[in-house]
């Protein structure tokens, strides 16, 4: 009913930067909350940024002050700036989004298939 796909990783040096693309498409009636999660290997899946319909924002404490999230609710898609990336920032990112469909009328939980993130020289 709902797909959300990520696009942006990739390979990149210590110090640079990447942005996270989240498309959601299928019989959306409207999307609350939208968030972006990290899984590196060995780990348990994390938050990184969430951001609500009207743009309450929330951090992980480990990429304040080097993370945007934003959204454009017309293109029902969210974005993760991700700027000054460290080796630790190296996973895969995941998409989250909480959705009402025109089927069901009711909040589901849809997760991205996810985009690999490498920060490494």
């Known amino acids: 009913q709902v797909q959300l796909v990520e696009s942006g990783g990739g390979l990149v040096q210590p110090g640079g930067s990447l942005r996270l693309s989240c498309a959601a498409s299928g019989s959306i009636f409207v999307i609350g909350a939208m968030g972006w999660y990290r899984q590196a290997p060995g780990k348990e899946r994390e938050l990184v940024a969430a951001i609500t319909r009207g743009g309450s924002i929330d951090y992980a404490d480990s990429v304040k002050g080097r993370f945007t999230v934003s959204r454009d609710n017309a293109k029902n898609t969210a974005y993760l700036q991700m700027n000054s990336l460290k080796p630790e920032d190296t996973a895969v990112y995941y998409c989250?989004?909480?959705?009402?469909?025109?089927?069901?009328?009711?909040?589901?939980?849809?997760w991205g298939k996810g985009t690999l993130v490498t920060v490494s020289s």
């Open positions: 989250n989004a909480q959705v009402v469909t025109r089927l069901s009328m009711v909040t589901e939980n849809y």
